[in-house]
């Protein structure tokens, strides 16, 4: 079965750090291109951040970049994303998602069930 598993949200203050993991069962990470997503309530999803298969390239939203690094972790078969700097309005659910080679916000195969990253003071 294909699975894709988020971890590692929480509650934490704003500026403070999370680092999300994204594993994955039945498929190889490796061979796909992984995005993150969230969704904060009452809002509609938005792509964060994207590893691209084929390049190896990265690409943010405007909204976090130089604050969220993603990377991979071909031994483990896990995708991580590490959240700096974190702001109020990072609150959301956060999915990691898994499509053909080349990055986009669109056109996912397969998603995790999400974990919700709350910043609260």
């Known amino acids: 079965q294909l699975q894709l598993v988020e971890s590692g949200g929480g509650l934490v203050q704003p500026g403070g750090s999370l680092r999300l993991s994204c594993a994955a069962s039945?498929?190889?990470?490796?061979?796909?291109?992984i995005g993150w997503f969230r969704q904060a309530p009452g809002k509609e999803r938005e792509g964060v951040s994207c590893?691209?298969?084929?390049?190896?390239?990265?690409y943010y939203a405007d909204s976090v970049k130089g604050r969220f690094t993603i990377s991979r972790d071909n031994a483990n078969n896990t995708v991580y994303l590490q959240m700096n700097s974190l702001k109020l309005e990072d609150t959301a659910v956060y999915y990691c998602?898994?499509?053909?080679?080349?990055?986009?916000?669109?056109?996912?195969?397969?998603w995790g069930q999400g974990t919700q990253v709350t910043v609260s003071s």
């Open positions: 039945g498929f190889t990470l490796e061979d796909y291109a």
């Open positions: 998602a898994a499509r053909g080679f080349t990055c986009s916000w669109r056109n996912y195969d397969y």
């Open positions: 590893l691209s298969r084929s390049t190896g390239g990265t």
